[in-house]
């Protein structure tokens, strides 16, 4: 027994020095991480447009600064949206779907948000999201990560593979294996951390750009970058 414990203790130990170490190496991916509701607007403008997930980051960044909120868009006026999005293409259609993929949001729950998914069986949250419109399988792997405290990680092969060269885990062990450790070793939220390092880590680095300086008229709000995943 006192092997055992011993064992756990040296991979828990591991896993906490890998992940400052591989903070290090990204410093900005906490900076980058998007957040659910952000994650479901760049799934939408991913399907509307076919850019990159980093080319509808940079999109949404870009909207954060001229609505006060996600809400202001979802209600502002149709013609006045468009014009908004027409620099980023059709405006008339962009328009329609970012307002519709919000609209289903609150009319389920008074709000824009995915609080609900929080208190649902995972499995029973993946059908709730899979009832809003233009929500990839990443986006929603994702946000269900974000939102609900027992779901999966959402790891890719390659972060996988990527754990396994850091030795974070042997050979034979599952992903699910590898998130309860990363989960036991540093609680959920760091170990969401983690996921994000080491989906860099396997992609060379997050998979979004650092925003440019806004010359818009409000202020710029920071957005956090939940995505460390392939276009």
């Not at 962009?94 to 289903?104: C, H, I, N």
């Not at 929080?118 to 809003?132: F, H, S, V």
């Not at 396997?202 to 709000?221: E, F, L």
Request: net charge positive.
């Amino acid at each position: 027994m006192a092997d055992k414990n011993d064992k756990a203790n040296e991979q828990q130990a591991k896993v906490v020095q890998s992940h400052q170490a591989l903070l290090r190496k990204f410093p900005d991916v906490p900076e980058l991480r998007l957040d659910s509701i952000d994650e479901l607007l760049v799934s939408t403008l991913m399907d509307a447009l076919g850019k990159s997930f980093a080319d509808c980051v940079d999109i949404i960044r870009e909207l954060r600064t001229r609505f006060i909120d996600w809400n202001e868009l979802r209600v502002t006026r149709m013609a006045d949206l468009a014009r908004k999005l027409d620099e980023y293409g059709p405006g008339d259609d962009l328009a329609r779907r970012l307002r519709t993929v919000l609209g289903k949001l609150f009319d389920r729950v008074g709000r824009v948000s995915f609080y609900f998914l929080a208190e649902m069986k995972p499995m029973d949250a993946r059908r709730a999201l899979g009832e809003i419109d233009n929500v990839n399988r990443d986006a929603a792997g994702r946000i269900l990560m974000l939102e609900n405290p027992e779901a999966s990680f959402p790891f890719t092969d390659e972060a996988f593979e990527a754990a396994k060269k850091l030795k974070l885990i042997d050979a034979g062990k599952t992903k699910q294996q590898l998130q309860k450790l990363l989960e036991d070793s540093l609680g959920r939220e760091t170990a969401i951390e983690c996921y994000y390092l080491l989906e860099a880590e396997a992609h060379g680095g997050p998979a979004v750009r650092k925003p440019k300086t806004t010359i818009d008229k409000k202020p710029s709000k920071r957005i956090s970058v939940r995505r460390m995943a392939k276009d």
